[in-house]
């Protein structure tokens, strides 16, 4: 089997998979022979309790961690190569943020266009305004980062990850820290992107109601193994004891699921 099989030419959202993928760190695993793909337009989710793995993988998935085995191809090409890069738009929205503490949050957030020359800056400044007007910032181009709550970095955050015109995007936490209404926003905003732009999506979140709202389908990572992997029903049935107590740990879902009433339309990709 081709490892890296092309994308398909008729979807902007591109795929990825991850093959055989182990890290350790100090001789410490941390993850441990993890498989699974992400289908082109997909929303993916993984979930898993503190500290079973997920921002490593993550980091993974956009080559800013090395693989101690395994293989990971995004969009047809391995991780991290030129090809990749030449080829793909991938953006990562970090757990902390993660902005550039020495410009302001307009700069942070039109950084991917200055620094690759894309548009002229008065056009930088335009899409800039209206990405932070997406994720509801108003207002807080010339401020510091260190001036924004953690909420609101969060979301400069995502703006700037928009500013790339995204293939896939690989959300970390994207709802934590946020009070609930600006919750609920950027989960619609995350599905809005995925579901009428077709951009792939992978989302690791602890949160699970906003989990199981949005995923096509899901993977739990329990101390660095895939535990369960499919749609929310099949991850909702398994058998596993330590997914049942994650799923049911101080919460209750007595609704099923709609997420698959809008899932891509390539189910039979291999
Ligand atoms: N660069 C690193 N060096 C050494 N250990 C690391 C490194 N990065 C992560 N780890 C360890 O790997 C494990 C998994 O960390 P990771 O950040 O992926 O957890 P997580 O699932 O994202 O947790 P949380 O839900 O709290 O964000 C932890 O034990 C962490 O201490
Ligand atoms: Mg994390």
Redesign the pocket.
Known sequence: MDPCPPPDPNQRGIGLSVRGLCKS??G?P?LEDINFEVRPGELFVIM??????????LKHLIGLEQPDAGQICVGGVPVGSPEMLDRHRVAMVF?SGALLNSLTVGENVGLYLSEHRLKPPEEIRRIVAEKLALVGLKDVEDKMPSELSGGMRKRAALARALVMDPQLILY??PTSELDPLIAVTIGEEILRLNRRMGVTSVV?T?ERELAFGIAHRMAI?FQGRLLALGTPEEVRASPHPEVQRFLQAGFHFDSPSEANQGAPHHEKHP
């Open positions: 760190y100090d410490h941390v898993g309790p503190s500290g079973s793995g997920k921002t490593v993988l757990q970390d936490e690791v602890h990572l």
